[in-house]
T-cell receptor, first 115, second 117 residues
């Protein structure tokens, strides 16, 4: 069975602070895919990143960076110099490489960035 | 990027009536579409997976007769909530993948907020 755990239910920071959102996953598949999505108050899901299980390179995109560590089954997401517009719920998700490749979501972390 | 359009964005219906939600892939052929349900401040729970031209695969605990899914073409899947009740009020989101290519992200619709009164 696949499982994604986002232990942080809600995080509050002040603008310009750095914040890291944790994601721990469980899977028996050797090949799998990890995702991060952002859900603003409007409700739509915004794709942020996809990572293959065989690619452990960290990635940086502007103020966003991701740290993938297979040894600890973690795929953490860091926002540098947070902004009010970053306020949203962030979901980590896992997909198997076979079958329908459905996404299993974590419970989400609500990020509140105050001015 | 690929676009998935979901309609309507919100709907209010009376208890006992049925509601149909459409999910369209606008610029790609979606062999597989997924339907999720999200309660307030909760995660997305997969309801079912639909493949074009075949019956949907429902997750455990999801009533097939309650939530009818039709995937008649490669660009359209519909979810019909039959005999809706207040407990069916929720945010429903569809997503679509292009073919069976691995390592492709799922594109999501805008979601439909259903309120049953």
């Amino acid at each position: 069975a696949q499982k994604v755990t986002q232990a942080q239910t809600e995080i509050s920071v002040v603008e310009k602070e750095d914040v890291t959102l944790d994601c721990v996953y469980e899977t028996r598949d050797t090949t799998y895919y990890l995702f991060w999505y952002k859900q603003p108050p409007s409700g739509e899901l915004v794709f942020l990143i996809r990572r293959n299980s065989f690619d452990e390179q960290n990635e940086i995109s502007g103020r966003y960076s991701w740290n993938f560590q297979k040894s600890t089954s973690s795929f953490n997401f860091t926002i540098t110099a947070s902004q009010v517009v970053d306020s949203a719920v962030y979901f980590c998700a896992l997909s198997a490489s076979t079958g329908f490749q459905k996404l299993v979501f974590g419970t989400g972390t609500r990020l509140l960035v105050s001015p | 990027g690929a676009v998935v359009s979901q309609h309507p964005s919100w709907v209010i219906c009376k208890s006992g009536t049925s509601v149909k939600i459409e999910c369209r892939s606008l610029d790609f052929q979606a062999t597989t579409m997924f339907w999720y349900r999200q309660f307030p401040k909760q995660s997305l729970m997969l309801m079912a997976t639909s493949n074009e031209g075949s019956k949907a695969t429902y997750e455990q605990g999801v009533e097939k007769d309650k939530f009818l899914i039709n995937h008649a073409s490669l660009t359209l899947s519909t979810l019909t909530v039959t005999s809706a009740h207040p407990e069916d009020s929720s945010f429903y989101i569809c997503s679509a993948r292009q073919g069976f290519v691995p390592n492709t992200e799922a594109f999501f619709g805008q979601g439909t907020r259903l309120t049953v009164v």
